[in-house]
């Protein structure tokens, strides 16, 4: 089965400073992958999705994103970050199953924002 | 806001006991899908209505049941409580059977005393 590999749980980050959560999938033809974040008390929301065409996306509060299929990774990035940005991030892949579709997600990585 | 709604936002209850949640998608979504999210298990899909149907099923036991009503309202209902099922559940919804883009609801806590 498709599956995703989030393997940082918690990451702190300075305020202005960069950052990149790591995500790694598994899928044997072409994946279908996202980021989603969820803030505390809240449902997850979509930051940025790839599903064919320029490895480098852009997402939503200045959020990018790059697949690389030789590694099998997803990472996502931020240049500066605001503290704000402190939630828990999800990468996520659409998994193929009999036609059928449903959104398997990483356990998640914790980003925590110091001042 | 999403635009998703679910209530309760948090519900107490005992083992054995059964509990009914319920969501409503953003307006003009077909799609409804429930995800259980805990500690231990992290995000998981549970199952999926298109249209009032049941398009995919995902790791939901066989204790849980859900449905997708001719308004498009869903309710996912949990009988036979154990502690193991206290959770945040969540709702979505998408315009299509697809899951391209998902809307959560910001969630019901279970929690199974």
């Known amino acids: 089965a498709q599956s995703v590999t989030q393997p940082d749980i918690h990451i702190t980050v300075s305020e202005g400073a960069s950052l990149e959560l790591r995500c790694n999938y598994s899928?044997?033809?072409?994946?279908?992958l996202f980021w989603y974040v969820q803030s505390p008390g809240q449902g997850l929301q979509l930051l940025l999705k790839y599903f064919s065409g320029d490895t480098l996306v852009q997402g939503i509060k200045g959020f990018e994103a790059e697949f690389k299929r030789s590694q099998s990774s997803f990472n996502l990035r931020k240049p500066s970050v605001h503290w704000s940005d402190a939630a828990e991030y999800f990468c996520?892949?659409?998994?193929?199953?009999?036609?059928?579709?449903?959104?398997?997600f990483g356990t998640g990585t914790r980003l925590l924002v110091s001042p | 806001d999403s635009g998703v709604t679910q209530t309760p936002k948090h519900l107490i209850t005992a083992t054995g006991q059964r509990v009914t949640l319920r969501c409503s998608p953003r307006s003009g979504d077909l799609s409804v899908y429930w995800y259980q999210q805990s500690l231990d298990q992290g995000l998981q899909f549970l199952i999926q209505?298109?249209?009032?149907?049941?398009?995919a099923k995902g790791n939901i036991l066989e204790r849980f049941s859900a449905q997708q009503f001719p308004d498009l309202h869903s309710e996912l209902n949990l009988s036979s409580l154990e502690l193991g099922d206290s959770a945040l559940y969540f709702c979505?919804?998408?315009?299509?059977?697809?899951?391209?883009?998902?809307?959560f609801g910001s969630g019901t806590q279970l929690s199974v005393l």
């Open positions: 209505y298109y249209n009032g149907e049941e398009r």
């Open positions: 979505a919804s998408s315009p299509g059977h697809w899951g391209e883009k998902l809307f």
């Open positions: 996520a892949v659409v998994e193929m199953n009999t036609g059928f579709q449903k959104l398997v």
């Open positions: 899928y044997g033809a072409t994946p279908y």
